[in-house]
């Protein structure tokens, strides 16, 4: 098959991390008998040094026409003190609004491998864990009416969190997939003994229940589940949850994999074309030195493979690949705690050998 990829690199390390991931779909697409076209598109500060907007039409219209897009990071110091609507990261929320993109998938997987990484105990995580978070992108308390007003106390201001039953059902379509796909648990994360909101969440997650008799579903407060998280992180399989809630428990549950050079992540609609990057940012420290770990890059490739190309198989030969290169000792610098490492490119070609 032919796949049209729109590649946008970004800043900072951005550029070295996504021509690792290239590489890495170039050897499975001679290996499977795929073409992978790939069409390189401005972002955040490269775009603004190059044509004045960090997310210039021509990088809108061209993921609109590919088939899936595969981005790095944006941002960095240079463009640090320019005002908010001009700032390299408002391109992410202007090409994610662009693609219609409501759900964030974050794995946060320990690999046995890195376990020394982890910050918590070792009997907590004897047995590793891999959780999948399906979060709400569009919704909710970032998207909610807002303001300032003068109240009885003086200056006030507010943020509304709001959800129509479309965005849930939306939403929890994909969780309840997700999890039929997986090991068939399904938490949803609400605060419904407070929220309204959330009282209609979890409804309509109930509402959906009869539709996947395969999967159980459980409720958890969202208190409740940032304790559980660090408590016992292998109880959960697939999570799904807000917007709000979504971002804090997936940046808890990426801390606690110790590695953020290690996960990947997935952003999709409606249609088969999404949008796959690494959790973690340009990294300007690193960047130009050869030595950043493109892993969580290179998993979000595996990830476009399996979520816009449906190609199961490539995608599993690509964490499979990265699984065997870590088992076999491998470490950028970022996790080799000071002992001999490998550069970005010689990790690639290591995990490119066991493809
Ligand atoms: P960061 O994720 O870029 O870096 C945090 C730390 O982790 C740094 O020490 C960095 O060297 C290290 N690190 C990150 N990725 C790594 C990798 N692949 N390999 C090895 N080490 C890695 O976060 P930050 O420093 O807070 O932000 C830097 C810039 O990135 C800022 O301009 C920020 O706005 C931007 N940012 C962009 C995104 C995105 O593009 N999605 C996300 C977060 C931050």
Request: aromatic share 6%; hydrophobic share 40%.
């Amino acid at each position: 098959m032919n796949y049209n990829i729109a590649l946008l690199k970004g800043d900072g390390i951005g550029p070295e991390i996504v021509d690792s991931a290239v590489r890495v779909l170039e050897e499975i697409g001679k290996k499977y008998g795929h073409v992978f076209n790939f069409t390189p598109y401005l972002i955040g500060g490269s775009a603004l040094d190059a044509c004045g907007v960090p997310l210039p039409q021509e990088t809108v219209d061209g993921c609109l026409a590919s088939d899936s897009v595969l981005l790095g990071a944006v941002g960095g110091p240079k463009w640090d003190t320019l005002p908010g609507n001009m700032r390299p990261e408002k391109a992410l929320l202007g090409i994610r609004a662009a693609m219609e993109l409501f759900t964030n998938l974050r794995p946060a997987k320990l690999y046995p491998a890195l376990k020394g990484d982890c910050p918590l105990r070792e009997d907590i995580v004897a047995n590793g864990f891999d959780i999948m978070i399906v979060r709400e992108l569009t919704g909710g308390i970032y998207f909610g009416e807002r303001g300032m007003r003068e109240a009885k106390y003086g200056e006030e201001a507010y943020d509304t969190e709001c959800y129509s039953r479309m965005e849930i059902e939306r939403i929890c379509k994909v969780a309840y997939e997700t999890a039929q796909k997986r090991n068939k648990r399904l938490v949803s994360i609400d605060k419904a003994n407070v929220l309204d909101s959330s009282r209609l969440w979890r409804k309509i997650v109930h509402e959906m229940e009869s539709q996947y008799p395969d999967v159980t579903v459980t409720d958890m407060l969202v208190d409740n589940a940032a304790m559980q998280l660090v408590r016992n992180p292998a109880q959960f399989d697939v999570i799904v949850t807000t917007n709000m809630f979504g971002d804090i428990l997936s940046d808890e549950a990426s801390q606690i994999t110790g590695s953020i050079g290690m996960l990947p992540s997935a952003s999709l609609g409606n249609t088969k074309r999404g949008l796959y990057e690494p959790i973690h940012g340009s990294a300007p420290d690193i960047a130009g030195k050869n030595i950043a770990n493109p892993i969580a890059t290179i998993l979000s490739a595996a990830m476009m493979l399996l979520y816009s190309f449906d190609l199961k198989a490539e995608s599993q030969a690509i964490v499979n690949a990265v699984d065997k290169v870590l088992a076999a000792g491998y470490r950028t610098a970022d996790l080799a705690h000071g002992a001999p490492s490998l550069s970005t490119t010689e990790i690639t070609d290591k995990i490119i050998e066991n493809l």
